[in-house]
T-cell receptor
Framework: NAGVTQTPKFRVLKTGQSMTLLCAQD?????MYWYRQDPGMGLRLIHY???????AKGEVPDGYNVSRLKKQNFLLGLESAAPSQTSVYFC????????????FGPGTRLTVT | DQQVKQNSPSLSVQEGRISILNCDYT??????FLWYKKYPAEGPTFLIS?????DKNEDGRFTVFLNKSAKHLSLHIVPSQPGDSAVYFC????????????FGSGTRLQVQP
């Protein structure tokens, strides 16, 4: 099992550009999450999904969109990147959302100039 | 306002001694708590958890203590090993319908050989 994988690992964008981060899991988990980690702030939830075809907003959803067309994939989109979106992005998945152990991907380091 | 706080950004201990990492929370609706460990350039990995109906959970060298009245939990590592050097995140689950975790800002543990 690969667990949770994220593509790409690194990316540099110019302000206003768009991009999509891909998360894939092979554990047949229902729940998937996108977090961002900024220095001194821990991980903050951007969006999450409780199953295929569903999405919901987390703590910091502004400027991001997500889609869960297939159970194993969760995509995070930035329509018009801003320097404030410079961060490390982590995807996670879990069997259920009720505090069950979440499995994290290795992260994507995004820099917006 | 941070609902989960780790007030010590860093901690240094000698190999073989006890490491104690602390976490405070403000939301009395949290009912499940987890500790994650994170190495550089990797995603967080689950370490140990505790339900709010318990006050202690032990797994090998790792023990988590929960004091509900004080809204405080701690992670004890005995004995500490150099491989334990990492950033440790405390996380909590609430029952607000948000199916995700609220993370603290992390404590960097350095175990000196």
């Amino acid at each position: 099992n690969a667990g949770v994988t994220q593509t790409p690992k690194f990316r540099v964008l110019k302000t206003g550009q768009s991009m999509t981060l891909l998360c894939a899991q092979d554990m047949n988990h229902e729940y998937m999450y996108w977090y961002r980690q900024d220095p001194g702030m821990g991980l903050r939830l951007i969006h999450y999904s409780v199953g295929e075809g569903t999405t919901a907003k987390g703590e910091v959803p502004d400027g991001y969109n997500v889609s869960r067309l297939k159970k194993q994939n969760f995509l995070l989109g930035l329509e018009s990147a801003a320097p404030s979106q410079t961060s490390v992005y982590f995807c996670a998945s879990s069997y259920d959302g009720l505090g069950d152990e979440q499995y994290f991907g290795p992260g994507t380091r995004l820099t917006v100039t | 306002d941070q609902q989960v706080k780790q007030n010590s950004p860093s901690l240094s201990v000698q190999e073989g001694r006890i490491s104690i990492l602390n976490c405070d929370y403000t939301n009395s609706m949290f009912d499940y708590f987890l500790w994650y460990k994170k190495y550089p350039a990797e995603g967080p990995t689950f370490l140990i958890s505790i339900s709010s109906i318990k006050d202690k959970n032990e797994d090998g060298r790792f023990t988590v203590f929960l004091n509900k009245s004080a809204k405080h939990l701690s992670l004890h590592i005995v004995p500490s090993q150099p491989g334990d050097s990492a950033v440790y995140f405390c996380a909590a689950r609430g029952d607000t319908g948000r199916r995700a975790l609220t993370f603290g800002s992390g404590t960097r543990l350095q175990v000196q050989p």
